[in-house]
DNA sequence: TATTGTTATACTCTATAACTATA
DNA sequence: TATAGTTATAGAGTATAACAATA
């Protein structure tokens, strides 16, 4: 975790980069992130697979990991601290043995409403500064960044 | 470099959280970013590295590292880059002989303006959809983003 | 004692390629 | 042949701790 920001103003050309804000926006976030989960210590990612299997019960780790934006192959040690922390079990689907249904458990489905709470709250509180105005603009225009995306 | 995206309403909970669109659009805008700057090939934080200091010539490697917010031990690699590519040289500094300030040399101011014309070009065109007042509005409110660390 | 640059080291995140078992 | 999950491996990016030279 980095300490000292540099002034806003020191920066020169990358100030008006999209990019560099984006990047620095990012890293502050993700480190309070952490920081409020603490703990629990579940990182964003695992968050971010624990969230799409409690929304999308009995979801595929091809499905899940194209969701996710990441190689299968990555997927597999996400989908294994969440089966060791036992908040999913791989289940068998039958008519085809290949494929593994991801399945929230119980805890896992409490683990993450908790979880969820403890980020709805580093965000508002991360970003008290802002209207909610001001966040729901962000969000729309995070979004139309995203569907960039979707071009190719 | 991920290449299937998820349609923006199956992530359910995830699509409200600023983090996630934050990480989401971050991941684009760098993936795109690379790929602009193709044979180049200067990673984001080796323009940012170079960048600064040829905004802040003689800037010293410790003031470098904790304007970009990464630790000295990290800038090492970076600026070995910068000075392997004959962008910078490690000028000693009279009066202290613990401190290397950053020169860039004629070929690294160019190599900067060329690179910075290229990042540029990047941001145009990823960001086409989007309006000159919405580019703006964004940069703002990541900027308002980037305050919260001033904070602490 | 404190600071600058450096090295050694380790950890996280991610990708590619190859394997296995199925289809 | 193709696909799902897995393993092995490697490469960025970053952090911590310790060291030498210097202050």
Redesign the pocket.
């Known amino acids: 975790?980095?300490k000292k920001p540099l002034q806003s103003t020191e920066a020169g050309d990358l100030e008006d980069l999209i990019g560099y804000n984006l990047k620095r926006a990012y890293?502050i976030v993700q480190d309070d992130f952490r920081q409020a989960l603490g703990d629990d210590n579940m990182?964003?990612?695992?968050f971010t697979a624990l969230s799409l299997t409690v929304n999308h019960p009995n979801i595929?780790?091809?499905?899940?990991?194209r969701m996710m934006?990441?190689?299968?192959?990555?997927?597999?040690?996400i989908?294994?601290a969440l089966e060791d922390e036992g908040y999913l079990r791989?289940a068998p689907v039958p008519?085809?043995?290949?494929?593994?249904?991801?399945v929230p458990t119980k805890a896992g489905t409490s683990a993450y409403e908790k979880t969820l709470g403890l980020v709805k709250g580093h965000e508002a509180r991360l970003f008290s500064c802002m209207t909610a105005n001001e966040k729901q603009t962000l969000l729309d225009l995070l979004k139309k960044v995203r569907r960039q995306e979707e071009r190719a």
């Open positions: 975790m980095a890293v990182s964003p990612r695992v595929t780790q091809s499905a899940l990991a934006g990441v190689e299968r192959s990555g997927l597999v040690a989908v294994d791989r008519g085809d043995r290949r494929v593994h249904a991801l």
